[in-house]
């Protein structure tokens, strides 16, 4: 149905798939023509990549597919996730020096691998609980397959179930003070049964044959630009409390989350 913004958003779709393409063909021209000058970045793994059992490589329009759910469900998300956590560790300061006390005795070099990476246990919890708090997709929308029956409830095929992971991060059945920003929850803890061990409990990338395809890839990218950060700079936050969530698709904040920035002496 026509609907206000839908031939924008045609065009919008259109000219990225134009642009991503035009990308393709450069960077084929330029592997043909001098190889060792090409970066070794996604679209290069994109365009080398074969079947294992196949052969087959991807045709453009599924590179461009790829291309543009990186684009389009990569950035975002992971800016939302790190612009929550900014604000969190400004409120919380004690927490904020441990984390830069645990960056500063791990990450030896500009550029770390995932073995230093690996070793930031409480930065990585501060980020998951962040996620927890306010989870970047606040809901996730499934499609009846079959019908069947729920808490005597008829869900017929076809009827359309809301999941709100946002609810399910802050449930008093699930999570002990859920109000609180607590890493430590993350913790391991042996003999006791956690939510966040609970694959349906905590969500922030979904669950199911449909889970996120770049859960692994997002989490480490934004682990790694939070302590990158974190390593040379002080965030403070400018607003007395933080803003409420706003849903648009996404979980963003209703107002801007305004920060002092400050270079760590």
Same mark, same amino acid.
């Given at each position: 149905?026509?609907?206000?913004?839908?031939?924008?958003?045609?065009?919008?779709?259109?000219?990225?798939?134009?642009?991503?393409?035009?990308?393709?063909?450069?960077?084929?021209?330029?592997?043909?023509?001098?190889?060792?000058?090409?970066?070794?970045?996604?679209?290069?793994?994109?365009?080398?990549?074969?079947?294992?059992?196949?052969?087959?490589?991807?045709?453009?329009?599924?590179?461009?597919?790829?291309?543009?759910?990186?684009?389009?469900?990569?950035?975002?998300?992971?800016?939302?996730?790190?612009?929550?956590? @900014?604000?969190?560790?400004?409120?919380?300061?004690?927490?904020?020096?441990?984390?830069?006390?645990?960056?500063?005795?791990?990450?030896?070099?500009?550029?770390?691998?995932?073995?230093?990476?690996?070793?930031?246990?409480?930065?990585?919890?501060?980020?998951?609980?962040?996620?927890?708090?306010?989870?970047?997709?606040?809901?996730?929308?499934?499609?009846?397959?079959?019908?069947?029956?729920?808490?005597?409830?008829? !869900?017929?095929?076809?009827?359309? !179930?809301?999941?709100?992971?946002?609810?399910?991060?802050?449930?008093?059945?699930?999570?002990?003070?859920?109000?609180?920003?607590? +890493?430590?929850?993350?913790?391991?803890?042996?003999?006791?049964?956690?939510?966040?061990?609970?694959?349906?409990?905590?969500?922030? @990338?979904?669950?199911?044959?449909?889970?996120?395809?770049?859960?692994? @890839?997002?989490?480490?990218?934004?682990?790694?630009?939070?302590?990158?950060?974190?390593?040379?700079?002080?965030?403070? +936050?400018?607003?007395?409390?933080?803003?409420?969530?706003?849903?648009?698709?996404?979980?963003?904040?209703?107002?801007?989350?305004?920060?002092?920035?400050?270079?760590?002496?």
């Amino acid at each position: 149905m026509p609907h206000p913004g839908k031939a924008r958003g045609r065009a919008a779709a259109q000219a990225l798939r134009a642009e991503a393409l035009t990308q393709i063909g450069m960077r084929r021209k330029l592997l043909d023509s001098h190889p060792a000058d090409a970066p070794d970045d996604l679209l290069a793994r994109l365009l080398s990549a074969r079947d294992p059992e196949t052969g087959r490589q991807m045709h453009d329009s599924e590179i461009v597919d790829n291309l543009l759910t990186f684009l389009t469900a990569g950035h975002e998300t992971t800016a939302l996730a790190l612009a929550w956590t @900014f604000d969190r560790l400004g409120r919380h300061p004690e927490i904020l020096r441990a984390v830069q006390q645990e960056i500063d005795s791990t990450l030896t070099d500009d550029a770390p691998g995932m073995e230093q990476l690996d070793k930031l246990e409480l930065t990585r919890n501060v980020l998951r609980e962040s996620m927890r708090l306010t989870p970047p997709a606040p809901i996730i929308i499934r499609e009846v397959k079959e019908a069947f029956t729920l808490d005597s409830v008829t !869900l017929e095929k076809g009827t359309r !179930l809301v999941v709100p992971i946002y609810a399910l991060h802050r449930h008093r059945a699930l999570w002990d003070a859920p109000e609180v920003f607590d +890493p430590a929850r993350f913790l391991p803890q042996e003999g006791k049964d956690r939510p966040q061990d609970d694959r349906y409990a905590y969500m922030p @990338f979904g669950a199911g044959p449909r889970v996120c395809i770049g859960a692994r @890839f997002a989490e480490t990218e934004a682990l790694l630009v939070l302590a990158m950060t974190l390593k040379e700079l002080t965030l403070t +936050p400018e607003l007395r409390v933080t803003p409420p969530g706003k849903m648009e698709i996404t979980l963003r904040p209703a107002k801007p989350l305004l920060m002092s920035v400050k270079t760590r002496q």
